[in-house]
T-cell receptor, first 112, second 114 residues
């Protein structure tokens, strides 16, 4: 069966520090991978999408970037965090663009 | 622009009652609609995926209906239990969106009291 792992579960970082969140999927190959952010009062917003290694699409301009160095690995990064980057970050995968999506357990990021 | 609305925002019912959760969307050009459950501080758990060609999908005590033409979906949870307490989210995928982006409602927070 397929599983998705995200780490760390929680993170407190100072403003201006770098960020690296990792997501890996097991039990499938060539998945579509997604990063979403859930901010209080704003619902879930798609940040990045990837259909394959090295292929990244950004939904909204922001202080974040994403990379996919391996087929089942998706990384969310920032060079310098802002207070507004605080939120709950969720990684997700699906077989294709119109199939069921499965989410990880999320990372709670607090920028102080 | 697609708008996804969930009403009510919060719901409290006694154990044993049936739950009815509503989701509406403004653009009927959807691939499918997916219902999720989210426990506090946790990720999303997929409950049901209903394709645009389907009217209904069932899993155990859960039943989801879809009326694409009117832009509505309803999630029914039979004989609610305290363990059903969570936030329930619906999300749609548009046929015009090649990324497979899920567009979410704000959720309905459910409390089932013993």
């Amino acid at each position: 069966s397929q599983t998705i792992h995200q780490w760390p579960a929680t993170l407190v970082q100072p403003v201006g520090s770098p960020l690296s969140l990792e997501c890996t999927v097991e039990g499938t190959s060539n998945p579509n991978l997604y990063w979403y952010r859930q901010a209080a009062g704003r619902g879930l917003q798609l940040l990045f999408y990837s259909v394959g290694i090295g292929q990244i699409s950004s939904e909204v301009p922001q202080n974040l970037s994403a990379s996919r160095p391996q087929d089942r690995q998706f990384i969310l990064s920032s060079k310098k965090l802002l207070l507004s980057d605080s939120g709950f970050y969720l990684c997700a995968w699906s077989y294709r663009e119109n199939t069921e999506a499965f989410f990880g357990q999320g990372t709670r990021l607090t920028v102080v | 622009k697609q708008e996804v609305t969930q009403i009510p925002a919060a719901l409290s019912v006694p154990e044993g009652e049936n739950l009815v959760l509503n989701c509406s969307f403004t653009d009927s050009a959807i691939y499918n609609l997916q219902w999720f459950r989210q426990d506090p501080g946790k990720g999303l758990t997929s409950l049901l995926l209903i394709q645009s060609s389907q009217r209904e999908q069932t899993s155990g005590r859960l039943n989801a209906s879809l009326d694409k033409s009117s832009g509505r979906s309803t999630l029914y949870i039979a004989a609610s239990q305290p363990g059903d307490s969570a936030t329930y989210l619906c999300a749609v995928r548009l046929t015009t969106d090649s990324w497979g982006k899920l567009q979410f409602g704000a959720g309905t927070q459910v409390v089932v009291t013993p």
